[in-house]
């Protein structure tokens, strides 16, 4: 069965550096997505992005988030100046179609550790 | 969104059958009901999605009366590694963001 991929699967960091999640989405899929858990709570919406552009985004996304598609399989969030807060769990998802609730696969996560 | 609520928790011996409640007042017309499942550790995996009545698959039951209120994941025969937490999720299935509530989480005592 085709997966979500996801790298690294824990990254440590200092406050104030950048850090780059790299996911790697289903092949066929054109909708992606990006979430985050802190730990002990709900996983929260960040963006969503389809054909190169965000559709989507939550408050939580300010200017310190960005994503890219930079080739043709990978997707990434890039967080410029990590704070303590951004200590997360981080989920990469992808779905063929609009986000009908059946369809979007998620990827295993990134452990983000910022100190 | 509709709103939902589910039990904080529930426990539960191998091999019983386990139900999860979740209610949903102010679902709308075009919404539809699904199950995440999510073990410790990784990210949610779809379980279920359903409209009305009843649905089953492989792993589970989705039972949802008539006014579509309420509905009830049912998880045949539990074992040890059906221990994770379960999240309600309603909507139109349009091009909105999933939203998770705080889900139940199932613990499968041996």
């Known amino acids: 069965e085709p997966e979500v991929t996801q790298t690294p699967s824990h990254q440590v960091t200092q406050m104030g550096q950048e850090v780059i999640l790299r996911c790697v989405p289903i092949?066929?899929?054109?909708?992606f997505y990006w979430y985050r858990q802190i730990l002990g709570q709900k996983v929260e919406f960040l963006v969503s992005?389809?054909?190169?552009?965000?559709?989507?985004k939550s408050e939580i996304f300010d200017d310190q988030f960005s994503v890219e598609r930079p080739d043709g399989s990978n997707f990434t969030l890039k967080i410029r100046s990590t704070k303590l807060e951004d200590s997360a769990m981080y989920f990469c998802a992808s779905s063929e179609v609009p986000s009908g609730a059946d369809t979007q696969y998620f990827g295993p996560g990134t452990r983000l550790t910022v100190l | 969104l509709a709103k939902t609520t589910q039990p904080i928790s529930m426990d539960s011996y191998e091999g019983q059958e386990v139900n999860i409640t979740c209610s949903h007042n102010?679902?709308?017309?075009?919404?539809?009901i699904t199950w995440y499942q999510q073990f410790p550790s990784q990210g949610p995996r779809f379980i279920i999605q359903?409209?009305?009545t009843k649905v089953t698959n492989e792993v589970a039951s989705l039972f949802i009366p008539a006014d579509r209120k309420s509905s009830t994941l049912s998880l045949p025969r539990v074992s040890l590694s059906d221990t994770a937490v379960y999240y309600c999720l309603v909507g139109d299935g349009g091009n909105t963001p999933l939203v998770f509530g705080k889900g139940t989480r199932l613990s499968v005592i041996a």
């Open positions: 102010n679902i709308a017309t075009n919404d539809y």
């Open positions: 092949s066929n899929h054109l909708y």
């Open positions: 992005f389809y054909n190169n552009e965000i559709s989507e």
């Open positions: 359903g409209y009305k």
